[in-house]
């Protein structure tokens, strides 16, 4: 998805719950890099095709962003269950929710 950066494509993992029946057609998302700054707000990641590079990434959840869901291109993968929880983890930690 084209968030406006440099008009460059950034992966997103989509944090949010799949609901149909939603007032608004919108999903939330957290991009992805593999541009790591080490910093308390990044979600390390494996190594998965569908990033740049050879390099592992990781999420950064400061960048928290809702996008309507037909701006959304083709899905490139899916992480393991245990890597979405530790994105939700942590996103529940920057909102102060737990």
Not at 2 to 17: A, F, N, Q, T, Y
Not at 27 to 34: E, R, W, Y
Request: proline share 6%; aromatic share 4%; hydrophobic share 40%.
């Amino acid at each position: 998805m084209d968030l406006g950066l440099k008009g460059k494509l950034r992966p997103l993992l989509v944090v949010s719950r799949e609901d149909p029946d939603a007032e608004r057609a919108l999903c939330i998302c957290v991009p992805l890099t593999t541009q790591i700054r080490g910093g308390d707000y990044e979600v390390k990641l494996p190594q998965v095709r569908w990033l740049p590079g050879p390099d592992e990434g990781v999420a950064n959840v400061q960048g928290l962003t809702s996008v309507e869901n037909h701006r959304l291109g083709r899905r490139a993968g899916q992480f393991e269950a245990a890597v979405t929880l530790r994105v939700r983890n942590k996103i529940a930690w920057l909102l102060e929710l737990n």
